[in-house]
C-alpha cells in the first residue's frame, strides 16, 4: 500500500514529503486560477461566431463587399446575372429583394443547382416598394455595398477596378452611371441629362449625383437612410422612383462633398431587351425624368437647401483595357 | 467777434456754454481716442503689403499658384513658353530659375515688351545644378507649385482641370507625366518604362511615380526638401538628374500613400526640336535611364526603404474635350 515513498529513509519522511508535496501541488493549482483570473477578458459585443474566427471577418469586412440587387418581374435576368456576379472578386455575399409579392422566390432551384460561391440571400417583401433595396438589412457584413439594377451587367473587370476606387473613396457614392441636377434662375431646378445644359463652369460638363443602380457605396449610409423625414419615404413611394435621387441629398449633405465619384466603365450592358417577362423598367414611363425633376425640387424642401454639387473627374483605369491608354505623343 | 452765441440771453451764458460745449467735445474726442485703443491690434506676422489688402492675399494663396520653371541654354524656348503661361487662369507669379550662368537673364526684354498678365521673377544662380528649382523660393506666396520644364507646353484647359484636380489632392503631386519602378527578385530596383513589365497586380499597368517637370505640388515640400540628407542633394548633383524621383521618394514618405494623381492631358508638347540653341536635354544621355534605376536604388539606401507605392487611378475630364466622353453604349 506504500508506494515508492516508503523507499525514503524513514516512513515518516515518506509522509511529510508526500504531505509536502501535495500542498506544493495545490499551492500552484491556487496559483495558476488565480494567473487565469487576471486574463484579460473576451468582450462580448460582437456576433457569437465572430469568436471563432475573428482575423477573417474583420478582413472580409473591409476587403470585400455584399452585392444587393432588387428585382421585380424579371427573374429569367436576374438568374442570368446571378450567375455573372455570383464569381466577381471580393464578393462576399449577394441578398436579392423579392419584390415579386405572393411569388415563390427561385431558392429551391438555386439551391438545387449548387454550390455557389458565395451565399445568396434572398430577402421576400411584403409591399412592392422601390425602396426596398434601402433597408439596413442584417445580413450585410461588410462596410462596402454594391447596388445593382436587376437588368445592368457590369465586367468584372470594371467592378473590381471601382471597388478599389471605392476603398479609396469610401464616403462616396463610386459608380458607373452619372447625372446632372440644373439651376434654373427661377430657382426651379430641372434633372439633366448632359445633352442639355451645361452648369456653366468653363470647359466641359459637370455631373452632380452617381446613380445607385450601378455602384458601390458604404454600408452605413443605409443606417443613415432610415433616419430620413418620413416625407422623404412619401416621396419615393408615392413616385415609385428617385431613391437614387434621395441617397445622392443624404450623402452629399453627410460630407458636404460632391455626393459621388464616376467611374467610366468599359463594359456595361444594359439586358432590358433580352428578358422574356415583356417588362421593360420604370425609366420608360413618360413622366420618368419630369418626376426626378419634381423630386430634386421636393427634396430641397425637406432638406431646406441643394446640398448637391459639381465634380468633373473622371476616373479610368491606367493601362486597362488598352495597355496605352495613358499615352501621349510628346 | 461774438457769433451767433451772443444771441443767447446773457454774454456771461454764451461764454458758458461755449466752454461747456467745449468740454464736450474734448471729452468726445478722449473717448474716441479711448475706444480706438480698445480696438483688435493687427498682427504682424504677414508681410507688409499684405495689411492692405488682407483677404486677397488669404484667397490668392489658396486659389491660385505660381509657376516655377527652370531653364539651361534654351531661352528660346523658354520665352515662347512665358508668353503661353502668362496668361493660364490662376497663375499668380512665373518664378524663372536661371541657369544660364554668367549670361544676363532678359529681364530687360521683358520689361519692355511689357505690361505683364503677372509678375515673373528671374532668379540667377550661382552654379548651373539642376536641384536649384527646388529652393524655397521667398517669392513664393501661393500654396500650390506649378513646375514646368523649359521644353514643355501643356495648354491652359489641361492645367486649369489639373489645377482644381491638386486642390483635391492637395497633398499629391497631381502631374501629366507617371512613371514606376520595379521589384526584382534580386531585390534591386529598376526605373520602368510603361513597354516593360507589369507590377503584377492584375489587369493594367500602374505607376508610382509623377515627374514633377509638368506638375502640381504642394509648396510645403519645398521647405521639406531642404530637411533632406545630405546624400539626397550629392546624388542629385552627381547625376544632374533625379530630383524629381527624390520628391516622389519624399511624398510618398510624408503621405504613406501613392505620391502623385496622373492626369491625362489632352494636349502636351515636347517643343525640344524648335529650339535653335541645338541643345536637346538631358534625357537624351546614352545613360540617363540607366541613372534612374540607379537613383531608385540609391534613394532605398537612403530612406533605408521603398516608400513609393503605385497607383492605377487615371483622372480625365467629364465631358471634354468630347462633350460625350463620358457616354457609354448601355
Redesign the interface.
Known sequence: RCFHFCKLPGRVMGIRLLRFTSVVIIVLLLVAGALTALLPTIKDDKLPNSRREPKTQTQSALDSFTLIMQTYNRTDLLLKLLNHYQAIPHLHKVIVVWNNIGEKTPEEMWNSLGPHPVPVVFKVQTVNRMRNRLQNFPDLETKAILMMDDDTLVSA?DL??AF??WQ?FPEHIVG?V?RKHISTPSGVYSYGS?ELQ?PGF??????SMVLIGAAFFHSGYLEDFQQQPEAVYALIDETQNCDDIAMNFLVAKHTGKPSGV?V??VD???LEKDTNSGYSGMWHRAEHLLQRSYCVNKLVNIYDGMPLKY???????????N??????K?
Not at 323 to 328: G, W
Open positions: 473587370h473590381a477596378f478599389s476606387v479609396q458607373f452619372p448632359f451645361n468653363g470647359n466641359g460638363d459637370q455631373y464616376f467610366k466603365p456595361i450592358r444594359n465634380s468633373n473627374i473622371m476616373i479610368s483605369q491606367f493601362g486597362f483595357p495597355y496605352a491608354n495613358h499615352k501621349n510628346m
